[in-house]
């Protein structure tokens, strides 16, 4: 059993969820955790990783007040989740005292892992729900979203009664979609427990109109690749760091905005970075703090959702605990400098 250590002091106001929890506004992804996969023989995890190594860091998380943690059914064909159930048990903590949210809507192979492309077949998203929460260990999961960014929406009809028929049963406590299409994202968010949507929110991707919708709709905005996957920790600043056999971030995939195919970070970006590193990091934060201070300032309803693979990382990402949100000044300086280099570089921000 780990030993529960004295929490980091939260300065980041806690935020009472659909379900009464009242929890820090940040949460952990673990995308990282679920290892090497591949779909259609290109890397879509990010390489290998140590079980061990990702209880550690999930722990470190805990201890410094995280209690949102997301997952999904893909990740590692569900090894990610196997993990979060272990590192639960191995804590201080039990099932209720966190917020545990998954993604359905990706069918793996069942012998490999890999990914075999997405599903709208209500049998196969209620098939899901039911193998998530076996291996989370849990009799209920707190947030489930479909997984399927930009899906067409006369195509996901089954889905959204899937998730219906979840909530109304008790296994799901709220649902949402993981999608960065505005309509797509808000066409059924009239559906009793439709609470969420997961899109990208960052430097690069502000998303402003995706936030506005949500608040009016009172939803809640889970934020992924808040640190566009790597870039805006800021540990490329003066350094050519490889990118290990495996990873995703060297696959050339189409939808790769931060990552050259060679698996480089790209090269404007780490620039746009440095440009505003000294905004990020003026009142003694980190990069990292300070690209995740950002997020937190762009909306009450925003959640960003760091990946961490080591303890240090997640020592780095949640330190923004203890730290308010950027001042209304600063964030709006530092996206303003993005804006104009990458401008100048007929590049702008998405």
């Known amino acids: 059993m780990m030993k529960k250590h004295d929490q980091v002091s939260v300065a980041t106001e806690e935020i009472t969820l659909w379900n009464d929890k009242q929890v820090p506004r940040i949460g952990i992804g673990t995308w990282v955790m679920g290892g090497m996969q591949y779909s ?29 943690i997301d997952t999904s059914v893909s990740y590692g064909a569900g090894h ?21 949210c998954t993604k359905a809507g990706t069918l793996c192979d069942p012998e490999s892992g890999d990914i075999m492309g997405p599903t709208d077949r209500k049998r196969d998203i209620l098939d899901a729900i039911d193998a998530s929460l076996h291996r989370l260990r849990t009799d209920y999961l707190d947030l489930v979203k479909f997984h399927v960014n930009r899906y067409p929406v006369d195509r996901s009809e089954e889905v959204f009664e899937a998730l219906s028929e979840a909530y109304a049963a008790g296994k799901i406590a709220a649902f949402g979609w993981s999608n960065d299409d505005l309509q797509g994202a808000m066409a059924f968010a009239d559906l009793e427990g439709f609470e969420a949507v997961q899109h990208d929110l960052n430097l690069f991707s502000t998303a402003d109109h995706l936030l506005r919708a949500i608040e009016e709709r009172g939803l809640w905005s889970f934020n992924r690749q808040p640190l566009a996957m790597g870039l805006l920790s800021g540990k490329y600043h003066g350094k050519s760091l490889s990118i290990q056999a495996g990873d995703m971030r060297s696959s050339g995939l189409d939808w790769m905005r931060y990552f050259d195919k060679d698996g480089a970070p790209t090269k404007d970006l780490v620039e746009a970075v440095e440009k505003v590193r000294a905004l990020l990091t003026d009142d003694g934060r980190t990069v990292a703090q300070g690209a995740l201070g950002w997020c937190l300032a762009q909306s009450d309803r925003t959640i960003p959702l760091p990946g961490c693979r080591t303890p240090e990382q997640a020592m780095d990402n949640f330190g923004v605990l203890a730290l308010e949100p950027l001042e209304t000044e600063t964030e709006t300086e530092t996206v303003n400098a993005v804006n104009d280099f990458l401008a100048g570089l007929q590049r702008p921000v998405t």
């Open 40 to 68: 259609g023989g290109k890397p879509i995890g990010w390489g290998e990783v140590d079980d061990n190594t990702s209880v550690r860091t999930l722990h470190t998380a805990f201890d410094m007040g995280v209690r949102i």
């Open 80 to 100: 990610a989740e196997d993990v979060i159930a272990r590192a639960i048990r191995e804590s201080s903590l039990d099932s209720d005292d966190v917020v545990i």
